[in-house]
């Protein structure tokens, strides 16, 4: 076989493998907010649709929803789960958002506006890969104490 061959192999090995690590990763996926098992206080956001999609070595976060005055909602977030904060464009309560990975089914999750933290979380994904529920406590943009957990079943 001559080299570019080789190369080629190599290419496509990598490209395969890169596609399988994010298709194990249980996160990555479409999920659909369950309001009956979800507990969120009136008035609160609902995040209808999160969208977990592999970016590169990165991560996308799409998100749809509405917010307290039931108006759509849309944001975007792309980075790593390192516990860094990376820009978050279309929440107008944060401006930067950090995922950190606690273990292959469980994340915490910080939302942070001008450098202040408003928003933390976990989001757990059961062991089967079927139901994703994430906890978020925080303070709201009028300084209220909020907190809520949605249920989101994969589509």
Known sequence: MNRRAWLLMLV??????TACFAAEDPQIGNWKL?????KIPAGMPKNTMVVYAAAGDSVKVTVDGVDGDGKPTHN???????GKDYPLTGDPAADTRSYKRINEHTLELTNKKGGKVGITGRVVVSADGKVR???THGTDAAG???SGTAVYDKQ
């Open 12 to 17: 496509a090995l990598f490209a395969v493998g």
């Open 144 to 146: 209220k104490k909020v």
């Open 133 to 135: 529920t994430v906890t």
């Open 34 to 38: 369950n309001e009956a098992k979800s």
């Open 76 to 82: 975007e977030w792309t980075g790593k789960f390192d």
